[in-house]
């Protein structure tokens, strides 16, 4: 028996269903993905997939490579997972959206199966004008806002407000490796305001590197919720704060520094 595959239809639905996969995952896992992580991860996964099928090998080999090398690549980049237990989770996550997305696939097919190449064509063009949109307004807005990266903030802590001044600080890029969630540093004396409202229990320690590239541990907490108003104004449910040994930032302008992927 033979089969016609057309390589661009099997590319385009591959690409379209991992998208639908990432993107489910990301609503439901904690994870620092992107609609641009996600993008490229559903691109590598279809392309990965159409090389596998039309590169010949034997049928094991192939199986192994599509269940564990494809969904492996797909996971870590289209996640941005980090470490092995975060990606174990991540990855049976993952298997559980595809099977019940390719029940959902199977009945759409089964009624517009003529319509699904066109489809698929469609809605992968959608992803890509959405995803170029989307950067496309990032760059205007950097474009169009002002050197004034200051901000006030206002973090809820046990159901109390505790009022800051922060800065956009562009340079850093700390991220919780069990979470891949954005890590905001405040001073020492700010922490000393909202000390009382932190248990030891809720801290936890993460790694990070210093400018003179020396590796130290930061202690972290989580907040409720995190109220940023500036130009733009951003709310952030239960957003990481790191506690810096510096007494305050900006010879005491700010006692915040903030995280540019969150703002």
Same mark, same amino acid.
């Given at each position: 028996?033979?089969?016609?595959?057309? %390589?661009?239809? +099997?590319?385009?639905?591959?690409?379209?269903?991992?998208?639908?996969? =990432? #993107?489910?995952? /990301? $609503?439901?896992?904690?994870?620092?993905?992107?609609?641009?992580?996600?993008?490229?991860?559903?691109?590598?996964?279809?392309?990965?997939?159409?090389?596998?099928?039309?590169?010949?090998?034997?049928?094991?080999?192939?199986?192994?490579?599509?269940?564990?090398?494809?969904?492996?690549?797909?996971?870590?980049?289209?996640?941005?997972?980090?470490?092995?237990?975060?990606?174990?989770?991540?990855?049976?996550?993952?298997?559980?959206?595809?099977?019940?997305?390719?029940?959902?696939?199977?009945?759409?097919?089964?009624?517009?199966?003529?319509?699904?190449?066109?489809?698929?064509? %469609?809605?992968? +063009?959608?992803?890509?004008?959405?995803?170029?949109?989307?950067?496309? =307004? #990032?760059?205007? /807005? $950097?474009?169009?806002?002002?050197?004034?990266?200051?901000?006030?903030?206002?973090?809820?802590?046990?159901?109390?407000?505790?009022?800051?001044?922060?800065?956009?600080?562009?340079?850093?890029?700390?991220?919780?490796?069990?979470?891949?969630?954005?890590?905001?540093?405040?001073?020492?004396?700010?922490?000393?305001?909202?000390?009382?409202?932190?248990?030891?229990?809720?801290?936890?320690?993460?790694?990070?590197?210093?400018?003179?590239?020396?590796?130290?541990?930061?202690?972290?907490?989580?907040?409720?919720?995190?109220?940023?108003?500036?130009?733009?104004?951003?709310?952030i449910h239960s957003p990481l704060i790191g506690i810096s040994e510096q007494k305050n930032f900006g010879n005491g302008k700010y006692e915040m520094l903030l995280h540019p992927e969150d703002?």
């Amino acid at each position: 028996m033979q089969y016609e595959v057309y %390589l661009d239809v +099997l590319f385009l639905e591959n690409m379209m269903m991992d998208f639908l996969i =990432l #993107l489910a995952v /990301k $609503k439901v896992f904690p994870c620092s993905a992107t609609y641009g992580s996600l993008l490229a991860g559903s691109f590598t996964s279809s392309l990965l997939t159409c090389a596998i099928l039309f590169f010949p090998c034997p049928v094991w080999t192939r199986y192994i490579l599509l269940f564990f090398l494809v969904n492996s690549c797909m996971t870590v980049i289209g996640l941005k997972i980090r470490t092995f237990p975060v990606f174990f989770k991540a990855w049976i996550l993952l298997y559980l959206a595809s099977f019940l997305l390719g029940g959902i696939m199977s009945w759409l097919r089964l009624y517009f199966g003529k319509f699904f190449r066109i489809i698929s064509f %469609l809605f992968t +063009l959608g992803i890509c004008g959405f995803f170029l949109l989307y950067h496309g =307004l #990032l760059f205007l /807005k $950097k474009l169009w806002k002002s050197q004034d990266h200051s901000f006030d903030v206002i973090l809820t802590v046990n159901g109390k407000d505790f009022h800051l001044k922060a800065f956009l600080d562009s340079g850093n890029h700390l991220s919780d490796p069990l979470t891949g969630k954005p890590v905001h540093i405040i001073s020492k004396d700010a922490c000393q305001k909202i000390s009382s409202q932190i248990s030891p229990g809720r801290l936890r320690y993460i790694p990070y590197r210093t400018i003179q590239k020396t590796t130290s541990i930061l202690p972290v907490f989580s907040v409720k919720k995190m109220r940023i108003t500036g130009e733009s104004e951003f709310l952030i449910h239960s957003p990481l704060i790191g506690i810096s040994e510096q007494k305050n930032f900006g010879n005491g302008k700010y006692e915040m520094l903030l995280h540019p992927e969150d703002c």
